[in-house]
């Protein structure tokens, strides 16, 4: 993988759920230690928060205690590391990483020299991000998750396939786009099957809500696309009354019902072993007035 641009210092809630299963390590490794924990680090320093296995990689808690404590849509995840994804935290993430600290606005011109930028929340294992990022090397894709697994496999595939268009986000979604991009800068948001939280004392926590929607809705570009997938009908219900309830944006599909798959998404692992399940898959394209 290239060099990455530097942004350029400037001023300045849920990451979803995975869109992939657990995938094998695709650079080979028997594995890191498993019984490797997260520690809290020093009050201050660049390394607060870091984990101690990976010292230049994601921290545990970007954020820190300088934003608010609210419910979130997410559950951190920070299974076992394979020594490949492990290796490409420790050597790629001080390059092509991001952790959602909420302190500054990102530069997202000097980011991604330029591109138009996609934020995808939830990645899972990430070969569909790699995938899509591969076969659409004029966007830029900013992946945001909390799966450490998952980012270091992603950072691997980016390398592997050579990709300049990619940086991976570690932390809480809301805060990277509350505090950390402009409005109106992104060219699209994507939102892949989700956690549907399928428990009812837990709808609360499910990240598609309309307060959610009219953030991410300030963020976007006019014309640019939200897309959302899930596999959980009632969750697919509920993302496609509160997107239709959003005045900024509209539906594209015809009578304004789900749409077909777009030809840009592969199918996941994830979608894949849903429909093993009998589950039906619903894509939502809305677009920003």
Same mark, same amino acid.
């Given at each position: 993988?290239?060099?990455?641009?530097?942004?350029?210092?400037?001023?300045?809630?849920?990451?979803?759920?995975?869109?992939?299963?657990?995938?094998?390590?695709?650079?080979?490794? *028997?594995?890191?230690?498993?019984?490797?924990?997260?520690?809290?680090?020093?009050?201050?320093?660049?390394?607060?928060?870091?984990?101690?296995? /990976?010292?230049?990689?994601?921290?545990?808690?970007?954020?820190?205690?300088?934003?608010?404590?609210?419910?979130?849509?997410?559950?951190?995840?920070?299974?076992?590391?394979?020594?490949?994804?492990?290796?490409?935290?420790?050597?790629? %993430?001080?390059? %092509?990483?991001?952790? *959602?600290?909420?302190?500054?606005?990102?530069?997202?011109?000097?980011?991604?020299?330029?591109?138009?930028?996609?934020?995808? *929340?939830?990645?899972?294992?990430?070969?569909?991000?790699?995938?899509?990022?591969?076969?659409?090397?004029?966007?830029?894709?900013?992946?945001?998750?909390?799966?450490?697994?998952?980012?270091?496999?992603?950072?691997?595939?980016?390398?592997?396939?050579?990709?300049?268009?990619?940086?991976?986000?570690?932390?809480?979604?809301?805060?990277?786009?509350?505090?950390?991009?402009?409005?109106?800068?992104?060219?699209?948001?994507?939102?892949?099957?989700?956690?549907? %939280?399928?428990?009812?004392? #837990?709808?609360?926590?499910?990240?598609?809500?309309?307060?959610?929607?009219?953030?991410?809705?300030?963020?976007?570009?006019?014309?640019?696309?939200?897309?959302?997938?899930?596999? %959980?009908?009632?969750?697919?219900?509920?993302?496609?009354?509160?997107?239709?309830?959003?005045?900024?944006?509209?539906?594209?599909?015809?009578?304004?019902?789900? !749409?077909?798959?777009?030809?840009?998404?592969?199918?996941?692992?994830?979608?894949? !072993?849903? *429909?093993?399940?009998? #589950?039906?898959?619903?894509?939502?394209? /809305?677009?920003?007035?």
């Amino acid at each position: 993988m290239p060099p990455a641009p530097t942004p350029a210092p400037t001023s300045a809630e849920p990451a979803a759920g995975c869109a992939d299963g657990p995938a094998g390590d695709p650079v080979g490794g *028997i594995g890191a230690p498993a019984g490797s924990t997260a520690r809290p680090g020093p009050a201050s320093g660049s390394r607060s928060g870091r984990r101690l296995l /990976f010292p230049e990689g994601p921290a545990v808690d970007p954020a820190g205690s300088h934003h608010e404590r609210r419910i979130r849509s997410f559950r951190p995840r920070r299974g076992r590391v394979t020594a490949g994804q492990g290796e490409a935290l420790r050597r790629l %993430w001080p390059t %092509w990483g991001l952790d *959602i600290d909420g302190r500054s606005v990102l530069d997202l011109d000097a980011f991604f020299g330029g591109l138009p930028v996609v934020l995808e *929340i939830g990645f899972g294992m990430g070969e569909a991000t790699a995938e899509m990022a591969a076969t659409d090397p004029g966007t830029g894709i900013l992946a945001a998750d909390v799966h450490t697994p998952g980012q270091g496999n992603l950072l691997a595939l980016a390398e592997r396939a050579g990709l300049t268009n990619l940086r991976v986000a570690n932390g809480d979604a809301i805060i990277l786009l509350r505090e950390m991009i402009e409005p109106g800068a992104l060219a699209g948001l994507r939102v892949y099957f989700p956690d549907p %939280w399928p428990k009812t004392r #837990h709808h609360k926590r499910r990240l598609i809500q309309p307060e959610f929607v009219e953030l991410a809705a300030a963020r976007l570009a006019p014309g640019a696309l939200f897309h959302c997938a899930t596999d %959980w009908e009632p969750y697919a219900e509920q993302m496609l009354e509160v997107l239709s309830a959003c005045p900024e944006l509209e539906n594209t599909a015809a009578g304004g019902g789900y !749409a077909p798959r777009p030809a840009f998404r592969p199918m996941t692992k994830f979608e894949r !072993a849903g *429909i093993g399940k009998g #589950h039906r898959v619903h894509d939502l394209l /809305f677009r920003r007035r």
